[in-house]
């Protein structure tokens, strides 16, 4: 069955000390995948997109996230966390042809000063 | 651009009320329209998919009697909930993809439903 997954629940980051937040999908072929971000009570706003070609995707606000296939990996990173990236951060598949969007069950980011 | 609004934010209803949740693509025609809903601290869980001018297609489990889906137009699809109870309540979000690949979604700012 096709599956994405973020194995952190929540991460706690120091301001300004880098991130990484894991994300692993499960999917026959490699599907489009996703990061979005969602402050709460709030919908999601998307971060970064890959579709295909270059494996390291730059996206808003600083952020990056680099695909593996061999490891079926889509890390999310930012090199110095602000205050105000705290929020839940959601990695999300969808095959090439379909229309179904799977979302890991998200990693709650807290950023302490 | 791809801009989407969803009306109300948030909305409390009273048991055995229908409440109907407008999710509008602003500046695009949005050829298929998604439905989710969202518990506290929780994932994004896809309700339905609907197409414009057809019949929304459930997830399973979803109840398609319980959870109205009408996307009449390539800008608005709206979800009504009828008969709502207290276990309905939660915070529902619609996305749009538009015409042509690789179909991005793009989401709305969410729904809260309160239902006492």
């Known amino acids: 069955a096709q599956s994405v997954t973020q194995p952190d629940i929540h991460i706690t980051v120091s301001e300004g000390a880098s991130l990484e937040l894991r994300c692993n999908y499960s999917?026959?072929?490699?599907?489009?995948l996703f990061w979005y971000v969602q402050s709460p009570g709030q919908g999601l706003q998307l971060l970064l997109k890959?579709?295909?070609?270059?494996?390291l995707v730059q996206g808003i606000k600083g952020f990056e996230a680099e695909f593996k296939r061999s490891q079926s990996s889509f890390n999310l990173r930012k090199p110095s966390v602000h205050w105000s990236d705290a929020a839940e951060y959601f990695c999300?598949?969808?095959?090439?042809?379909?229309?179904?969007?799977?979302f890991g069950a998200g990693t709650r980011l807290f950023v302490k000063a | 651009g791809a801009v989407v609004s969803q009306h109300p934010s948030r909305v409390i209803c009273k048991s055995g009320t229908s409440v109907k949740i407008e999710c509008r693509s602003l500046d695009f025609q949005a050829t298929t329209m998604f439905w989710y809903r969202q518990f506290p601290k929780q994932s994004l869980m896809l309700m339905a998919t609907?197409?414009?001018?057809?019949?929304?297609?459930?997830e399973q489990g979803v109840e398609k009697d319980k959870f109205l889906i009408n996307h009449a137009s390539l800008t608005l699809s709206t979800l009504t909930v009828t008969s709502a109870h207290p276990e309905d309540s939660s915070f529902y979000i619609c996305?749009?993809?538009?015409?042509?690949?690789?179909?991005?979604?793009?989401f709305g700012p969410g729904t809260r439903l309160t239902v006492t």
């Open positions: 999300a598949g969808r095959n090439t042809g379909g229309f179904k969007t799977i």
């Open positions: 609907s197409n414009e001018g057809s019949k929304a297609t459930y």
């Open positions: 996305s749009a993809s538009r015409r042509g690949g690789p179909y991005e979604q793009y």
């Open positions: 890959y579709f295909s070609g270059d494996t």
């Open positions: 999917y026959g072929a490699t599907p489009y």
